[in-house]
C-alpha cells in the first residue's frame, strides 16, 4: 500500500498525569459533594448556579430562545432516531420455557437498568444532537429514571438552549448543569443535590473519558471513546469533492480527530488532496479542520479492493464509508467486520447519521469497534437469566453437580446439591 499523505503518530498524552488529576477530582466529589461541583463549576466554566438541576422554566424559556423552525428539524430527527430505536428493541426478546432436559426450565429476561446518565458535551458547539442519541435510546429501552448533564455556555450559569429543547425532546427526565470529570463522579457516586445512577452514556474529552475509566465498576458504562475518526474506501468512480467534504464533516471536530481514503486509485487521491485544499477555505471551522487534516489525515493507496478491505478490518474505524462502483459495493460492505457504523455508497453520508437517520452516532473510535458496536437501545438493557426445576429434575441432575464440585475440591457446593436428594 503506498502512503500518498501520511499523518504524523499522536503524542502519547502524560497518562499517568492525567489519571492523577481526574483522580482528585473524583475524590474531591465523593468527599465534598456538591460543595466540590460549584466549585469547577466557578472554576472551568465562570458558572455560578447554587442549584445544579435544570428548571421547568428554563426549559421553557430555551423553546423560546429557539427558532420553531429549528425546534421542528430537532423533533424530525428524534422521530427517525426514536423509529429505529424501537425496531432495534423489537429484535431483543425474551427466552420462555426452554427447557434442555424434563423437568428443567430454563429462560431469559430484558430488563432495563434502573437509572442513566447521558453526558452530553458542551465544548466549542452545542452538540444538541447526541442528546437525541442518548436520551431516545434509553428511554425506548423503558429506563425508568434517564438523566442528562452538559457544561454550562462559559461565563454563564445556563447550558445552550437548543441542546435543552433536544434533552426535553428526547424526553430526558433531569437536566442538570454540570461536565467534566466532575460530572462523571457526582454520577457515579451522588451528591446532595445528583442522585447516583447505574449507567452512565456519551462522549466527551479526555479528562471525561478517564473519569469513566476510573469511576467503571461503581458505574456502568458504555465505552471509553477518543477522537472521531473517518475511513472511506473508494475506487475510480467516487466523486473526489464529496470524498473531500466527508473527510473535512470529520477534521472540524477537533484538532485530533482522523480522516483516511484508502482508495485503489491514485488520480482519485490526488484530487481529493485538491478538492480538500479547495474547501478548507470555505469552512467556518477551517482552523480546527486544517490542523486535523494536516496532522491526521491520510491519502493511502490500496492495490485492491481486497487490500482495502483488510487495512479496514484491521483499523476499525469509527465511521466506515463504502464508496465504490455498484457492482462492488455489495462485496464491499459484507467483507467488512470491525466498525462503529457503516456508510454504503455515495449517497450516504457520514453526518446522515451523525444527526438525523436513525442510528446512533455514539460509536466505538481507536479500534474498539473490534469487540463492541456504538451505542444502542440494547446499551440500557439487561440479560438476566432465571432457571427452575420440578423435585424429578433436581434429582437428575444433582449427583452429576456433586461430582463436579467435588472435583475442584468446593465441598460446599457439592453439599448443596446433596442435601436435596437427602431431603427428596
Known amino acids: 500500500m503506498i502512503e500518498l499523505k501520511t499523518s504524523k503518530t499522536r503524542s502519547e498524552e502524560d497518562r499517568s498525569r492525567l489519571r492523577e488529576t481526574v483522580g482528585k477530582i473524583i475524590d474531591s466529589v465523593i468527599k465534598n459533594g456538591d460543595k466540590a461541583l460549584k466549585e469547577y463549576n466557578s472554576r472551568f466554566d465562570r458558572c455560578k448556579r447554587e442549584f445544579i438541576r435544570i428548571s421547568s422554566d428554563e426549559i421553557k424559556e430555551a423553546y423560546d430562545k429557539v427558532p420553531a423552525g429549528e425546534v421542528e428539524d430537532i423533533k424530525k430527527a428524534a422521530d427517525n432516531i426514536r423509529a429505529f430505536a424501537e425496531a432495534q428493541k423489537g ?135 477518543g477522537p472521531s475518526e473517518v475511513l472511506i474506501i473508494a475506487d475510480n468512480t467516487a466523486d473526489p469533492e464529496i470524498i473531500a467534504a466527508d473527510l473535512l464533516a470529520q477534521s472540524e471536530h477537533d484538532r485530533e480527530a482522523k480522516g483516511i481514503l484508502v482508495t485503489t486509485d491514485e488520480m482519485l487521491g490526488k484530487a481529493v488532496w485538491n478538492a480538500v485544499e479547495k474547501q478548507l477555505p470555505t469552512l467556518d471551522t477551517e482552523e480546527i479542520a486544517r490542523s486535523s487534516w ?64 436513525g442510528p446512533n452516532h455514539t460509536l466505538p473510535t481507536l479500534g474498539a469497534s473490534r469487540y463492541t458496536g456504538g451505542v444502542w437501545v440494547g446499551t440500557f438493557l439487561k440479560i438476566c437469566t432465571y432457571q427452575s426445576m420440578t423435585a424429578d429434575a433436581m434429582m437428575s441432575i444433582a449427583p452429576l453437580v456433586s461430582n463436579l464440585a467435588r472435583g475442584e475440591g468446593l465441598t460446599g457446593h457439592a453439599r448443596a446439591a446433596e442435601i436435596r436428594m437427602e431431603k427428596h
Open 294 to 357: 494536516n496532522d491526521f489525515g491520510e491519502i493511502l493507496i490500496a492495490d485492491t479492493l481486497d487490500e482495502a478491505i483488510e487495512y479496514a478490518n484491521e483499523y476499525a474505524p469509527e465511521h466506515l464509508e463504502v464508496n465504490v462502483s455498484e457492482s462492488r459495493t455489495d462485496y464491499v460492505a459484507d467483507s467488512l467486520r470491525n466498525f462503529g457504523s457503516l456508510f454504503i455508497g455515495g449517497n450516504t453520508a457520514e453526518v446522515f447519521g451523525d444527526y438525523a437517520s
Open 91 to 225: 429484535t431483543v426478546g425474551s427466552l420462555k420455557n426452554f427447557s434442555p432436559s424434563e423437568g428443567i426450565i430454563l429462560g431469559h429476561r430484558v430488563i432495563p437498568v434502573d437509572s442513566c446518565c447521558c453526558y452530553v458535551p458542551g465544548g466549542g458547539y452545542p452538540l444538541y444532537s447526541t442528546a437525541l442519541m442518548l436520551g431516545i435510546p434509553a428511554k425506548v429501552a423503558g429506563v425508568r429514571r434517564v438523566t442528562a448533564c452538559s457544561p454550562v455556555i462559559k461565563g454563564t450559569d445556563s447550558i445552550h438552549p437548543k441542546t435543552l429543547v433536544a434533552m426535553d425532546v428526547a424526553g430526558i427526565d433531569e437536566i442538570y448543569a454540570i461536565g467534566g470529570a466532575q460530572a462523571v463522579a457526582a454520577f457515579s457516586y451522588g451528591t446532595d443535590q445528583i442522585e447516583p445512577v447505574d449507567l452512565i452514556v456519551g462522549p466527551g474529552n479526555s479528562f471525561v473519558t478517564e473519569a469513566k475509566r476510573q469511576c467503571y465498576g461503581k458505574v456502568g458504562i458504555d465505552f471509553v471513546a
